[in-house]
């Protein structure tokens, strides 16, 4: 797997852009490193539109699917890219060589690169169906994300 910093590693404040460039203070709630994903909560007076959630399990190999994120930060914030469903249910291997056997992943071929960490997978219905986390990247493996 791709050798990338933990998403909070060393942080010390946090904030949630939106994006219309808004931004606000976050504070961090909870955070786990295997997955590379952190839940941030923040208050404000603004309105902002919840993200409506699909489920994962009704995935289906084949199903072409968007991945949003921000490859190498904020300049590229927002990028979109596609692809398809390559498998589901995945276990994944831990450093060790050990299975994981807590996670499972959704295998697609959508382009994640560092910095989508976080970012929302989609199916065409504009539901958030899993969360970019791990891509493999080695000389012979292309397009096998997580």
Do not use: W
């Not at 692809?83 to 994981?100: A, H």
């Amino acid at each position: 797997m791709e050798d990338v910093d933990y998403v909070v590693e060393n942080g010390e404040a946090f904030s949630a852009t939106f994006s219309d460039e808004s931004e606000v203070s976050s504070t961090l709630i909870a955070a786990d490193k295997t997955t590379d994903i952190a839940v941030l909560y923040f208050d404000s007076n603004n309105s902002y539109t919840v993200n409506k959630l699909g489920s994962s399990s009704d995935l289906k190999v084949g199903q072409i699917v968007l991945a949003i994120g921000n490859p190498k930060g904020e300049s590229l914030f927002g990028s979109v890219t596609f692809g398809i469903i390559g498998g589901v249910e995945r276990n994944l291997l831990e450093d060790s060589g050990t299975k994981n056997t807590i996670n499972t992943y959704v295998q697609h071929d959508a382009a994640i690169n560092s910095g989508n960490s976080g970012g929302g997978l989609y199916n065409l219905n504009g539901e958030c169906v899993g969360i970019n986390s791990v891509k493999y990247a080695a000389s012979d493996i292309e397009g096998l994300n997580f």
